[in-house]
């Protein structure tokens, strides 16, 4: 399984746009990204995924580069309720890695 | 749907006690996981199974064993349970598209667990 490396924390203000980006250099070809966010006392909830290029959903949206060594997660227009931990795996999809994630903490 | 359902939400136990927590899922998926979460780790992947009857060991699988005797169901047992063992236990499970990694895990509410 790729390993993955992300920030341990980030800080933003509400209507700021927030971008986390993911290191994954031994992706394989087969391999797919995604994001997952967790709450306080909540399960992960997943976010996105994507392969190449971009991908936008009603939530966020997924920068992949054509090395697809990175990615970048970006967050637009946070508020106080998207302080959570984010999270970065990457693989084909059996059995995948969580890691420690992003910490985001959203202030007025 | 309920989606994926954890019994019990919180337990104590002593040490030496044995329990099983229980994870049912109402979406007909093939795979599910066990994790547990302390603070400051991250989740970790005890064991999973990718079908009925049949599981697998995840990253930290020593102290916990599970069944898929049923396919909605996954069980995580803790024969003799250590304070070690005091985290947040969390379930998944995730369909198959047939096209690789692309359908996402639904998690449980969690089971929070405290050894004494």
């Known amino acids: 399984l790729a390993k993955t490396t992300q920030p341990i924390s980030m800080d933003s203000y509400e209507g700021q746009e927030v971008n986390i980006t993911c290191s994954h250099n031994?992706?394989?070809?087969?391999?797919?990204i995604t994001w997952y966010q967790q709450f306080p006392s909540q399960g992960p909830r997943f976010i996105i995924q994507g392969y190449k290029t971009k991908v936008t959903n009603e939530v966020a949206s997924l920068f992949i580069p054509a090395d697809r060594k990175s990615s970048t997660l970006s967050l637009p227009r946070v508020s106080l309720s998207d302080t959570a931990v984010y999270y970065c795996?990457?693989?084909?999809?059996?059995?995948?890695?969580f890691g420690k994630g992003t910490t985001l903490s959203v202030s007025s | 749907n309920a989606g994926v359902t954890q019994t019990p939400k919180f337990r104590v136990l002593k040490t030496g006690q044995s329990m099983t927590l229980l994870c049912a899922q109402d979406m007909n998926h093939e795979y599910m996981y066990w994790y547990r979460q302390d603070p400051g780790m991250g989740l970790r992947l005890i064991h999973y199974?990718?079908?009925?009857?049949?599981?697998a060991k995840g990253e930290v699988p020593d102290g916990y064993n599970v069944s898929r005797l049923k396919k909605q169901n996954f069980l995580l047992g803790l024969e003799s349970a250590a304070p070690s063992q005091t985290s947040v236990y969390f379930c998944?499970?995730?369909?198959?598209?047939?096209?690789?990694?692309?359908?996402?895990?639904?998690f449980g509410p969690g089971t929070r667990l405290l050894v004494l």
């Open positions: 795996l990457v693989g084909p999809g059996t059995a995948l890695i």
């Open positions: 199974s990718v079908g009925e009857g049949t599981t």
């Open positions: 031994n992706i394989a070809t087969n391999d797919y």
């Open positions: 998944a499970s995730r369909g198959t598209s047939g096209k690789g990694g692309r359908e996402p895990q639904y």
